[in-house]
């Protein structure tokens, strides 16, 4: 019809100008051909999109919710992005002689958009195709999803998911030969030509691009995952092909420390590794932080002493009590549930998305051996194999992808981060303010209630020095007469060895054998119950504080902490005759204590005390007890009823 058409005017003009005008014509009619095939499959393909973003995926619902994020993807933005350009197309009819022109520059706008939203789609498409034919195994659940399909897209047959799940990448591919058909119709002298030629040769960069980001991420899928292999996984992994490779990175890696072959420098990536493993870094001493928090709130609330009987009546007790009882129930157990779900949980998944860019950058270190190695091979004998150029592309598509998103990865694991510490914040402010409100009615029947806070700090540090300061002279008293304290015998034949450890590294240094040692390491020592050592280092090289490097007087090594105990030398009988005439000076001046003795009977704890009155010095003080162990032997009970007398005294 068209060529009829075109017949037609070519003999009503029967001229020269009229037969030159009739391929302009018709390439005019092609143009708007091409046009209008543009705008009506842009329109038929947004319909589809929101029918699988509506109508599919809602009648999905017996997926999970996972997998249909997988297989639809970023589609509620690839919608957003068409619906702006149809419009825009849309729109441009109204102005027919700057159609093609508002076309091209309509494209050169939205081709970063639709770069971004179709690369995001394309890298997770070979993921969906794999849930694909995982549904395929199950007939039930396959006949499910095909049903709904067809009920809502008859046209898509038998293929159902397959069929939907390819649209957006034959869109993407197809926008550049819309354009470039669109080109061929559109007159080289024309003002819109050279729109179209840089509109058509971006949207072909748009599908090269999106090509190249599809591959990087396959690739990193690849390196990416941590797998945690036994020993023997690994060993079964190792063939002459992984052994030769490695072989060769290590040759290239110590043929670069001995300077022989040049390092290749890349000052951008080492900035970005840097900051990246800082960010690491604060991660994982964050989550150690926490996880001991969280230990050290599971021990406090454990420990509940208003459940034990204080033998104090009435008064503030009481109100400390019913407190701490309910925060114990209540408040505490809350904010650690709320601690563990929006801090420790979040902060887990946080170290755990890490760990893929760390193996990531550990691998770009193997690739970047092969890439040097293949370079020097270049040079020297300027060609290389197959395997050696795509070893060379796969450090490129390494590089090139950490580049690119290894600072929009720091850049959100900053701020999630950000966001759990900010999060454990606040749960520590609406614990304080928990704390308080539930306070609220016990503080007012305190005694204390109505001081002001810089008074009632000076009343607590008053009543601690005191206390601490009785407590240390009842320490001091409590030592004055503690029996020594009991050591191992002494192995036959060690007083010599003994003396040299103790004129060499002095009594406070000396340690005896609790149980016999037997040494598992090279450096471990086998030692016998009742030996003495010296202490050299009270931790390994690790900082292990658990093992210490101690001297036999013939060999050093390290033992266990736990199976030494400080050696208590015993004064030889000169030294003791020397030190008996001033302690019964001593004795002169000091009188001495009334002993309180009882009968002897079956005792379960051995003690013997003097009493001393203590007079109060304020009503809620309670008569004390001062208890200095001698050597006599009274029964427990027999002390207690001493006791009960005395205060009744």
Known sequence: MTDHGADELSSRTGSPDGEGRVPEERSLLHQSLAVRELIDTEVSYLHVLQLCASDIRSHLQQLPQGDLDVLFSNIDDIIKVNSKLLHDLQETAAREEEQVQLIGNLFLEFQEELEQVYKVYCASYEQALLLVETYRKEPQLQGEIQDTIEAVLPQAGRSGLSFLLVIPLQRITKYPLLLQKILENTLPDASAYPVLQRATSALQDVVTNINEYKRRKEVASKYTKVEQLSLWERLARINTHTLSKKTT?????????????????????????????????????????????????????????????????????????????????????????????????????????????????????????????????????????????????????????????????????????????????????????????????????????????????????????????????????????????????????????????????????????????????????????????????????????????????????????????????????????????????????????????????????????????????????????EVICLRRVVGLRELQQLAQDHTAS
């Open 249 to 625: 990175r290590l040759s290239q890696l110590l043929k670069q420390e001995a300077g022989l072959v040049p390092k290749t420098e890349d000052k951008e990536f080492d900035d970005l590794e840097e900051s990246f493993h800082w960010v690491s870094l604060c991660v994982t001493e964050l989550k150690n932080n926490v996880a001991a928090y969280l230990g050290n709130l599971e021990a406090f609330l454990r420990f509940r002493p208003q459940e034990y009987d204080l033998d104090i009546p009435g008064g503030p007790v009481v109100q400390y009590c019913y407190l701490a009882r309910d925060l114990q129930l209540q408040a505490f157990p809350e904010f650690k549930q709320r601690l563990e779900a929006l801090v420790w949980q979040p902060l887990c998944s946080l170290a755990k998305a890490l760990a893929g860019p760390q193996n990531l950058i550990k691998k770009r270190l193997d690739k970047l051996l092969d890439f040097e190695r293949v370079q020097e091979k270049l040079l020297e004998v300027g060609s290389m194999t197959y395997e050696e150029e795509a070893a060379r592309h796969m450090y490129e598509a390494l590089n090139s992808l950490l580049v690119a998103e290894l600072p929009q990865f720091k850049q959100l694991a900053v701020r999630w981060l950000g966001q759990i510490l900010c999060t454990f914040v606040t749960l520590q402010t609406d614990l304080a303010k928990q704390v308080l409100q539930r306070a609220e009615g016990s503080l007012a029947q305190l005694p204390h209630h109505h001081v002001s806070d810089p008074a009632f700090r000076k009343l607590v540090e008053d009543a601690l020095g005191q206390t601490g300061h009785q407590l240390h002279s009842f320490q001091q008293n409590f030592e004055k007469v503690l029996l020594p304290p009991t050591t191992q015998p002494l192995l036959p034949g060690a007083e010599r060895e003994v003396q040299a450890l103790l004129s060499r590294y002095g009594p406070g240094k000396l340690y005896q054998v609790t149980s016999n040692i037997s040494g598992s390491g090279t450096l471990d020592l086998t030692l016998p119950r009742g030996h003495i050592v010296a202490l050299l280092q009270d931790k390994d090289t690790k900082g292990n504080s658990s093992r210490w490097l101690v001297d036999t007087g013939g060999h050093r090594g390290y033992v266990p902490a736990g199976k030494l105990e400080l050696y208590h030398v015993v004064p030889r009988e000169e030294e003791l005759r020397g030190q008996a005439k001033p302690h019964r000076d001593s004795e002169r001046q000091t009188p001495e204590p009334t002993l309180a003795l009882v009968p002897s009977v079956p005792a379960v704890t051995q003690v013997s005390a003097t009493l001393t009155s203590f007079k109060p010095m304020s009503s809620p003080e309670v008569c004390i007890m």
